[in-house]
C-alpha cells in the first residue's frame, strides 16, 4: 500500500474509531476489524485477518492493540504500526484521563458512592460469569493436566499466595514442554 | 523514579497478561494494590468498573487511571507506554516466526498451559472484590451482622441472569449501580 499522508490517515481514523466504540475488549475488536479492513477496505484478505486474530491471542498484552500492531505493519510498515497503535490507545486513554480527574471529586459523593457500591456486586457477577464459563470449557475437555494445572494455580495463588508471576511462568513452561512431549510421543495430555 | 516504577509495573503487567479480555485484572491487582498500594481494593474495584464501562482494553485503562492519580498526565503517559512495550516486541517477533514455520507448537503449547492458570488468576481477584463487596474493608468474617444482603442478593440475582440469558455486561452494571444504589440509599 502507498504510504501517504491519505492512508495514514485513514488508518489513524480506522483504528480510532474501532478502539472508541469497542466496549468489553478482547475478542469482540477481531470481527470488527475484518469488517473494517477486509470487507469494507479491501486492504486485507480473510485469510490474513484470521492469522493475525491467531498471532494477537498468542501474544502477551491488550488483544485490541496487539491486533492492530499486526494490521499497521501489515499495511504500511512500522510507521503505520506507530499510528495504528496510537489511534487504539487514545480513546480509552483520553476517557480514563478524564474520568481519573473527576474520580476523587465524585467518589466522596453519597449518592455516586452507593451507586458504585450497587456497581460493585453486578461487576463481581460478571467477573464470576466469565470464570464459570471459561472454567466450564476446561472442564468439558475432560483432560485432567488442564483441571490439575486450574485447581493448582488457585490453591497456590489464593491460599498460599505465591508470586504471580512465578505461577504464569511455571504454567508456561509446563504447556510448552507438554506440548512438545505430546507431538513426539503422539499423546493428547493437554 | 515514580515515572521509573509505573513504567516497570505496567511493563511486567504487559509482559505476563495473556488471554485478553480480563486476563489482565489479577496482575494489575497484584501489581497497583498488593505490591505498591497505589489504589486500595476498593479503588481498584470502582477503576474495573469504570473500566467495564468505558471502551478499550483494561490494561490501557488501568494505566491511564492510576498513572494520573499518582503522577499526573506524565504518569499516565509512562505507564501506558510500559503497558504495550512489550506487546509490540512480541507481537511482531511471533508474527516473523509464524511467516517462517507457519506452525508455532510451542505458541500453542504455552497458551494451553496457560489457559487454565488465568481462569484460576481471576476467580482469585474475583474472589477478593466479592469478598469486599460482601463484607467490606474489614474481610470476611462468620459473623452474619457484617455481611451486606444487598450485595450479596444483587450479585446472586445478577449472576443467576447472566448464565440464564446472554446479558450485556455494562447494562447488568448500570442496573446494579441504579437498583443497588436505590436499595443503600434507602437502607
Not at chain 1, 464459570?132 to 470449557?137: D, H, L, W
Not at chain 2, 460482601?134 to 451486606?148: C, I, M, P
Not at chain 2, 442478593?153 to 437498583?179: E, Q, T, Y
Amino acid at each position: 500500500m502507498e504510504k501517504n499522508s491519505k492512508n495514514y490517515f485513514t488508518l489513524f481514523k480506522s483504528t480510532f474509531f474501532l478502539s472508541a466504540f469497542t466496549f468489553g475488549g478482547g475478542y469482540v475488536i477481531v470481527p470488527m476489524m475484518k469488517k473494517k479492513f477486509v470487507d469494507e477496505f479491501g486492504w486485507l484478505e480473510e485469510e490474513e485477518m484470521l492469522n493475525i486474530a491467531a498471532i494477537a491471542q498468542s501474544s502477551p498484552g491488550a488483544m485490541a492493540v496487539n491486533a492492530s500492531i499486526l494490521v499497521g505493519w501489515r499495511l504500511l510498515g512500522l510507521s503505520g504500526a506507530l499510528v495504528a497503535i496510537l489511534g487504539t490507545i487514545l480513546p480509552p486513554f483520553i476517557i480514563l484521563s478524564i474520568i481519573s480527574l473527576f474520580y476523587a471529586a465524585f467518589r466522596d459523593n453519597a449518592v455516586v458512592s452507593a451507586v458504585l457500591k450497587g456497581m460493585m456486586a453486578g461487576v463481581c457477577a460478571v467477573i464470576f460469569d466469565v470464570v464459570i464459563t471459561m472454567g466450564g470449557k476446561i472442564i468439558k475437555t475432560r483432560k485432567w493436566l488442564p483441571i490439575l494445572i486450574m485447581v493448582g494455580a488457585f490453591i497456590v495463588y489464593y491460599v498460599l499466595r505465591v508470586n504471580i508471576i512465578y505461577i504464569i511462568v511455571f504454567c508456561a513452561t509446563l504447556g510448552a514442554l507438554v506440548s512438545l512431549y505430546d507431538k513426539h510421543a503422539g499423546k493428547e495430555h493437554i | 523514579m515514580i515515572y521509573l516504577q509505573l513504567f516497570w509495573s505496567f511493563l511486567q503487567i504487559g509482559l505476563f497478561s495473556f488471554g485478553g479480555g480480563m486476563a489482565a485484572m489479577p496482575l494489575i491487582q497484584n501489581q497497583v494494590v498488593d505490591i505498591h498500594g497505589w489504589l486500595t481494593l476498593a479503588e481498584f474495584t470502582d477503576l474495573i468498573t469504570i473500566s467495564e464501562m468505558t471502551p478499550g482494553p483494561i490494561a490501557i485503562n488501568s494505566a491511564t487511571f492510576v498513572g494520573t492519580q499518582i503522577a499526573g498526565f506524565g504518569g499516565a503517559l509512562v505507564s501506558t507506554l510500559g503497558s504495550i512495550l512489550p506487546s509490540c516486541i512480541i507481537v511482531l517477533s511471533l508474527a516473523w516466526l509464524y511467516s517462517k514455520y507457519q506452525e508455532l507448537v510451542v505458541i500453542k503449547g504455552i497458551l494451553a498451559g496457560l489457559r487454565p492458570t488465568v481462569v484460576a488468576l481471576i476467580l482469585s481477584a474475583g474472589l477478593s472484590i466479592l469478598v469486599l463487596a460482601f463484607w467490606g474493608s474489614a474481610g470476611f468474617t462468620w459473623n452474619l451482622a457484617s455481611l451486606d444482603f444487598i450485595a450479596v442478593a444483587l450479585f446472586a440475582g445478577w449472576l443467576f441472569l447472566l448464565r440464564k440469558f446472554d446479558l450485556n455486561p455494562i447494562v447488568v452494571i448500570l442496573d446494579s449501580g441504579l437498583i443497588g444504589g436505590t436499595c443503600y440509599l434507602l437502607f
